[in-house]
């Protein structure tokens, strides 16, 4: 495990919609620069930059067309570089997003896998060998290349799936993991996150880590040789680089080879539950302060993973990022303060997406970049109350989305001048948890109090003890005197507590950590 990853709280950077430094409408590197001070400052010492590299963007980036090369509309190869030493000056950590499974159909790989004569790139994707066979159970593309065959899709009709080979081959066309082309794919994989760590990046998020060889298993077994040989020369030739994975299956991910996964936000999951379950024209998310869920319904299914993993890697909690609804949609300020609070003390590194700290609403627009309903939760940081909310020079029409025209829309500068804000509460649990060893430390999770049929619930994390009551009634606990010694001090509050011998008394919607 990188040492560095030990305290590292990440910050989402959707590149495109953070920060315009010359005008053009779209964000780009010495915008992101300009506010790296911001960023510390919040008590995030480590960035998650969605992609960057040169691409047609049918896919906002996830769909590459030279993985070595920036977009032009960010800035080039060396302003990049030159973003890595700034976040290095300020001893600070960033990832790149790595799209290893695909790339862009424009990609020079891909035009020239698309030839009728054969050459040394014909099967760095996968190809049927007849135009007539189609893929069975796989998304495919026929018509569009003077090969005779089809290719598979890995997402997009704009994204050709990279060949990395098939668990178990039962057709011609389908090549085994060890086929030298399939090798050369993984090459030249390795090649490239060897040409980022030798620029200056700390690693790589990596999108759909799980997609790779084709017909897998439910273990992900082939998949999973693939990123176990990754790891391997990461760990001889860079053993401080980090590698999260886009998988919400750490007991499959953290043993292929990464350090941390996500627990994303998947329809009716234990995630899902606690910030996005609104259906039917019901909001019933954990948070909410009118739910009838119990915390249970989150801990039965993520103590499951994580107690598989705590030893071994981290299973990290997000506020959003690039592919959900934005919390504000579902809670207001307050359940945002508690949820946020829950989730930066909770193990694992916490992940703060873009404007999530200062409750950034989400807005219903047309599909950009095959955005389509996420588009919405990609519009300009709302920096403060000057034009476009001061994300860019451009006049409004040239914007790459539209700013949150609103009167009350929040913006960062209202918010820092406000100390009951939002922002503040962020800012205020980082600083605790950067200050504190217990909360940085991974396998030392225990949940000291829960019932189905109640609202309210205490954990602890070494010496300290976090409760939580999110209900619009206040409640109150029982927490044995072993649990919680005389002696112990509040440190922080968000509404209102108090103990009573070994009850203990919870405000409405509040949080309070105590130093047991």
Known sequence: ???????????????????????????????????????????????????????????????????????QRYGSNEDLIRLFDEVHKRNMHILLDLVPGHTSEEHEWFRKSAERTHNEYSDRYIWTDDWFNSPEGMNYVAGESDRNGVYVLNFFKCQPALNYGFLHPDKPWQKEITDPACTATKEALKDIMRFWLDAGCDGF????????????????????????????????????????????RPWLSIPAGFHMDFCLDWPGNCYNLLLRDAKDGRN????????????????DEYLESYEKIKHKGRYCLITGNHDTIRAAHFLDVTELKLAYAFLFTMPGNPFLYYGDEIGMRYLSLPTKEGGYTRTGSRTPMQWDDTDNHGFSDAAPENLYLPVDSAE?????????????????????????RNREEDLKENANLELLYAKKEERAFAYRRGNLLMCCNPAKEACSIEITAGQFPAGSKKIYEIGTADRNGESYVLGAQSFVIWQV
């Open 1 to 71: 495990m990188p040492k560095w990853l030990q305290d590292a709280v990440f910050y989402e950077i959707y590149p495109q919609s953070f920060k315009d430094s010359n005008g053009d409408g779209i964000g780009d590197f010495d915008g992101i620069i300009e506010k790296l001070d911001y960023i510390q400052d919040l008590g995030c010492n480590a960035i998650w930059m969605n992609p960057c590299f040169d691409s047609p963007f049918h896919d906002a980036g996830y769909d590459v067309r030279d993985y070595k090369k920036t977009a």
């Open 284 to 299: 019933n998310s954990f948070f909410h302060k009118e739910s009838s869920r119990s915390v249970l319904d989150f801990f």
């Open 408 to 432: 009350d829309a929040p913006t960062a500068a209202a918010q820092k001048a406000d100390k009951d804000s939002l922002w503040h509460v962020v800012k205020d649990v980082l600083a605790i």
């Open 205 to 248: 998020r990596v999108d759909m880590a799980d997609s790779l060889v084709k017909k897998d298993d439910e273990n992900k077994s082939g998949t999973s040789m693939i990123w176990q040989d990754i790891r391997q020369m990461l760990d001889e030739s860079y053993p401080e680089a980090a590698l999260v994975s886009e998988w919400n």
